[in-house]
């Protein structure tokens, strides 16, 4: 008996050893901290202000929302503001954005409206500091180029920012090369994802976490259904800085704010932040 449960003391040692957090200081935490974010900017449902366009990161800066957006690099090595890494549902294009220039993709309009998508650099010019950026760098075959290009970009920035990713390469790719970030790792439950075709062991190791051996993120963006997440959880307990992503006004609850210390949210109008005694 008392073997197996020093065998089950150091099964849970190992398992904190592998999802163990950094802790981001006080001043990285302070603009983050009780904020509502706005998913792609503050777009409308109906994309007559498309998502990661210009106009929507200026409604959310007049909102004084923070700002999520998404980061891709073109086929000419400009930083592209997107999300897909296909243009068609956004433009219509049966293309992926890394075959394009910078120049293609400004033949093409987003969600039928007179908008384009924008390069991050006017992204960074319009925000100027006025609220704090949420930055996603997608996964791509050549992440670490995409992760060189943004920082070159953002450390020449003065306004408040935290870096985050899916692929937890370009959260270690941070960790070695930009300690100084604010780093985060986004994350669901993979295994109730019916678009993830992870094998098994990918899926888990993805849902629990376990990479953080690698990353040691300071925040960790957790997708809001999946909150109880048990390794979520304990990363807020040893001092991960706990985000959550994306509520959306179907499924708003009535106290979105328990347990998370900045939401991403989008098609609703919250307050700018919120108390702490919500949570």
């Given at each position: 008996m008392w073997i197996f449960l020093l065998i089950l003391l150091l099964l849970f040692a190992l398992y904190l050893f592998l999802i163990w957090p950094a802790r981001p200081t006080p001043v990285q935490r302070a603009p983050f901290l009780y904020r509502y974010c706005a998913h792609r900017g503050y777009y409308t449902q109906d994309q007559s202000v498309p998502e990661n366009s210009l106009p929507a990161f200026q409604r959310?800066?007049?909102?004084?929302?923070?700002i999520e957006l998404d980061l891709q690099l073109t086929k000419d090595g400009q930083v592209a503001v997107?999300?897909?890494?296909?243009?068609?549902?956004?433009?219509r294009v049966d293309k992926p954005l890394g075959a394009c220039t910078f120049g293609e993709l400004q033949t093409y309009p987003l969600a039928s409206t007179e908008e384009r998508i924008p390069l991050f650099t006017q992204?960074?010019?319009?925000v100027d500091g006025q609220v704090p950026l949420i930055v996603e760098l997608k996964s791509t075959r050549d992440y670490a180029a995409l992760c060189?290009?943004?920082?070159?970009?953002?450390?020449?920035?003065?306004?408040?920012?935290?870096?985050?990713?899916?692929?937890?390469?370009?959260?270690?790719?941070?960790r070695k090369n930009r300690p100084h970030y604010m780093r985060g790792q986004?994350?669901?439950?993979?295994r109730k994802d019916p678009n993830c075709n992870f094998p098994l062991p990918a899926k888990l190791a993805g849902s629990y976490l376990l990479s953080n051996l690698l990353t040691r993120p300071h925040f960790i963006a957790y997708h809001?259904?999946?909150r109880r997440?048990?390794?979520?959880?304990?990363?807020?307990?040893?001092?991960?800085?706990?985000?959550?992503?994306?509520?959306r006004p179907a499924d708003w609850p009535s106290q979105p704010?328990?347990?998370?210390d900045c939401l991403i949210f989008e098609h609703d109008a919250p307050p700018v932040r919120y108390a702490k005694g919500a949570r």
């Open positions: 959310a800066v007049e909102a004084g929302y923070g997107f999300h897909d890494d296909g243009l068609l549902r956004m433009c992204v960074l010019a319009l060189q290009a943004a920082c070159q970009l953002l450390d020449s920035y003065e306004g408040d920012f935290c870096v985050e990713s899916f692929d937890p390469r370009i959260v270690a790719w941070l986004l994350c669901e439950n993979y809001y259904p999946d997440n048990l390794s979520f959880r304990l990363c807020r307990a040893l001092g991960a800085f706990p985000v959550a992503w994306t509520l704010e328990q347990g998370f």
